[in-house]
């Protein structure tokens, strides 16, 4: 059995899932964010039902370790928990003022802000955002999936701040 000890830092990191549309992909983040102790926050509207089978599949048996909250708008969470967090916002468009991911530094009052799969954040959201991230991918590229640019951003931003897990052997 192998033990992971987290260090001595409090971490207060947030993800947001901004209007999530995929099933799959937010029980994804889900596991994502119980392997790493990160608070889940869904704004809605939701593509789906947080009954959706495809969504409970995707999150495994995670679900109990989750810490997910689910608010009816952007606003909501910003006038809520998000009061004096700076949202990060991660975008593929680079027709905006970006920092590239691995220049950015990172704070324990970060929100880390991911937008609908299907159309990204729109720019009334990138707007209030204290810093848009882009992950350097090739030109080739249009965009990551959802999911694996949380995991990205989450674990730059873990690293950054020194509270990655240790592994244990």
């Known amino acids: 059995m192998t033990s992971v000890k987290m260090l001595e830092i409090p971490m207060s990191i947030h993800l947001v899932l901004y209007e999530p549309e995929i099933p799959p992909n937010t029980g994804n983040v889900a596991r994502l964010c119980a392997a790493m102790g990160v608070p889940l926050h869904l704004i809605e509207p939701l593509g789906f039902s947080l009954d959706d089978k495809h969504l409970k599949r995707a999150g495994l048996d995670y679900w109990p370790e989750v810490d997910v909250h689910t608010w009816p708008s952007l606003a909501a969470y910003l006038d809520g928990t998000g009061r004096r967090r700076r949202l ?82």
């Open 88 to 169: 990060v916002a991660t975008t593929a468009r680079r027709t905006r003022q970006v920092t590239v991911l691995q220049q950015v530094a990172f704070t324990p009052d970060d929100s880390l802000l991911f937008g609908p799969e299907t159309r990204g954040l729109p720019a009334h959201v990138l707007d209030q955002c204290g810093l848009c991230v882009h992950i350097p991918i090739r030109e080739q590229a249009r965009s990551l999936n959802m999911s694996t640019a949380a995991g990205i951003v989450l674990y730059a931003a873990l690293a950054c701040l020194g509270t990655l897990p240790a592994c244990g052997g």
